[in-house]
């Protein structure tokens, strides 16, 4: 479990399904988007937690 990532059960399901990918990076969990929303595929950590700091 040294590269676990807590997932809600729809993100769960839909890493699983193909939909979205996990990565790590730098040690870190990282999401890639489906093409059709994110072209590049660039790997993405969430952000929100910032927009409350």
């Known amino acids: 479990m040294r590269n676990g990532s807590c997932l ?6 839909a890493v699983h399904a193909g ?3 996990l ?3 730098s040690g ?3 999401i890639v988007l ?3 929303l ?3 595929q ?3 950590r ?5 927009a409350y700091s």
């Open 42 to 44: 660039r790997p993405q």
């Open 8 to 13: 809600c059960r729809a993100h769960h399901h």
């Open 46 to 50: 969430n952000r929100i937690h910032l």
């Open 23 to 25: 990565v790590t990076v």
């Open 34 to 36: 489906p093409k059709h």
């Open 28 to 30: 870190l969990a990282h």
């Open 38 to 40: 994110d072209p590049l």
């Open 19 to 21: 939909l979205l990918k």
